[in-house]
């Protein structure tokens, strides 16, 4: 009986600590268009949170965006 209210604690503990995070509010979403390209990529965050990616000018070269 111990055992199994133990159990019951846990699940409800835990369901206090998410339920915050799924009644957040919706997110966000920004445009990235870098100028005079053709086509723009964002790959990641770099962990100074810069985002990074690529992107394509019109006369067809490919530079990295860092």
């Known amino acids: 009986m111990r055992q199994q209210l133990k159990l019951y604690l846990l699940a409800f503990s835990f369901v206090l600590g998410v339920t915050p995070k799924a009644l957040a509010e919706d997110p966000t979403f ?14 990641d965050i770099n962990p100074r949170g810069d985002i990074v990616g690529n992107y394509d000018l019109v006369d067809a070269t490919t530079t990295a965006i860092c």
């Open 30 to 43: 920004t445009t990235i268009d870098f100028p005079d390209a053709s086509k723009t990529l964002a790959l």
